[in-house]
């Protein structure tokens, strides 16, 4: 789950800030800070490869 919705937030937060351009970026707008936190959601607690490797040893399969 934590894979899956890490992945997904910062996927849309680039989106967020392709759209938003230059503005995307700036502190003073949300936008920016989404991203930062996602991206930070995105390491937190072992990065995507290490979740990947839990979920597999969870399932059986050797990593």
């Not at 937060?13 to 003073?28: D, F, L, V």
């Amino acid at each position: 789950m934590k894979l899956t919705a890490t992945e997904t937030a910062l996927a849309v937060s680039e989106q967020a800030i392709r759209i938003h351009g230059g503005a995307g970026i700036m502190r003073e707008y949300p936008v920016g800070r989404i991203h930062r936190d996602a991206f930070v959601y995105v390491i937190g607690e072992g990065t995507s490869d290490i979740q990947r490797n839990i979920i597999a040893r969870d399932l059986g399969f050797k990593p």
